[in-house]
């Protein structure tokens, strides 16, 4: 399996530009590094420039943004003058002479790749303004046919869990939100026509069904949205309307979604205006794949993307070779819509492998203990939440807003006393306090190093008053066993499932188990 190149590039308030060319090697990025002073003054300006214009032109009588559905001119002779100089910025500002040895670096490993391999370079920024350059413009890039994608910078190696039961068809949900304006109820039908998948669509949905579908114990292959959207300015964050009276951050939905993401969700579609605040949200997440539109787009044109995409991807192309090729049939339409290939993306974490229809599916990987408790740990998760008031359907709160890490204190249960009449008795327990720990520092000291002096981090028990939070402590002692450990197994039982006088041994065979084999493949 070929792996991306993954271009890390940032910039800082003086125009010194760092640029990192990492390459997976034994599934460790290895990085060649750079630092020169490159001006962005005059691509900015054209950036900006036809940002504007974006907002502006078209031949389109509606888009896909959240709040600007109206009537559009068309596309003027300065728009498409104003793409031609930004282009030519753009290409002007990477061929400039500080990045010669960078570009010769480039063209090394593209001509160092087999000829059949597929070509994949991940730009991976937090900057707005390079996210929304036309990389795959560059003449380096498309001479090797090479399909451009973002990454952003923080992404992690995160242990994926496998799917539940091989599945027959692909889960997708399919939100279908306010459709003031635009037609999306086209997108529906096209998702219904897709071979071997399963469709279960909220059209319109209030956001308790929406949580209800995300938190679904089955889990979800692809998350898909059709309606209105924006990001904040910043690119941070954004929104989508769910009806024709709501708008939901998508933040709000972070907890669910991280639940989706641990049953499996590997792609999330948003086939709607300014997405790239949303992908930021998602890959915050650690989401595998995502896809949306750098800007407005028009309603036409994202009915065709949809059209070309699932044609391309559900016969088991790659994501970037589908993509390729729907940019390519995108390119037909820039007659009436400029710059319709250049708006459409994929955000993806590098250390995640390429993803196919065949992957989505599930049939050619095996399941170990760690993805299946992974998955019972998830579901248990997803119970209590449930029964939490605070953390289920319309009030919306996340167990991440309501959590707080207090410090812990690890105390020593003190001798027995005699009174005066020498006659034994209890009195209540009384401790003193041996160590302290903020959160932090108990996860690094009792877990990873096993600093406590009778069972070196391997028996804890956490005692608290009634809602001081110790069972979401457990939660995250067993999400950091998952992420911070390799061989360990986390394993959640709640004392009130057993039976009585049922031991630990019989519970894990006879419940723990059957339940775990019906969720996963073992």
Known sequence: MNHPLVIDLNYDNDNQITLKLLTDSNNKLKDTKIQITLPTEKLLKIQEKWVKACKSSGAEQVYRLLGKVGTQSIASSDFLHTIIKYENAFQEWFNSEQLICFKQELGQFFENQQISAEKRVLIQTNQQWICKLPWHRLDIFQSYSCEVGLSFTGNKRVERPLPPLPRAKVRILAIIGDSTGIKINIDKELLEQIPDAKIICLEQPRRRYLYEELWNPHGLDILFFAGHSQSEANGDSGQISINEKE????????????????????????????????????????????????????????????????????????????????????????????????????????????????????????????????????????????????????????????????????????????????????????????????????????????????????????????????????????????????????????????????????????????????????
């Open 247 to 522: 708008s939901l951050p998508l933040g709000e939905l972070k907890n669910a979604l991280r639940y989706s993401i641990q049953l499996g969700l590997k792609l999330a579609i948003f086939n709607s205006c300014d997405g790239l605040g949303l992908a930021r949200v998602l890959a915050d997440l650690h989401i595998p794949h995502i896809i949306v539109f750098r800007e407005k787009v028009a309603d036409t044109v994202a009915q065709e993307f949809l059209k070309h995409f699932l044609e391309a991807y559900s016969s088991n192309n790659s994501l970037y070779t589908s993509m390729r090729l729907t940019r390519e049939k995108l390119q037909t339409l820039e007659n009436i819509y400029p710059c319709a290939s250049w708006l459409p993306v994929i955000c993806q974490n590098p250390y995640d492998a390429p993803l196919t229809w065949q992957n989505l599916r599930g049939s050619q990987i095996e399941n170990n203990w760690r993805d299946c408790c992974q998955v019972m740990l998830a579901n248990s998760t997803y119970k209590r939440l449930l029964n939490n008031p605070l953390t289920y359907q319309e009030l919306g709160l996340e167990l991440e807003e309501i959590y707080v890490p207090l410090g812990l204190v690890e105390r020593q249960k003190q001798d027995r006393r005699i009174d005066s009449n020498s006659q034994f008795y209890e009195q209540e327990p009384k401790y003193e306090i041996t160590q302290t720990f903020q959160q932090p520092e108990f996860f690094e000291k009792a877990l990873k190093l096993g600093q406590t002096p009778k069972s070196k981090g391997k028996r804890l028990i956490i005692i608290g008053e009634a809602g001081a939070g110790k069972t979401t402590l457990l939660q995250k002692i067993a999400d950091w066993v998952l992420e911070n450990t390799s061989e360990d197994v986390p394993i959640w039982i709640s004392l009130a499932d057993l039976q009585k006088e049922q031991s630990l041994e019989s519970y894990l065979q006879n419940n723990w188990l059957e339940t775990a084999m019906q969720t996963v493949r073992i």
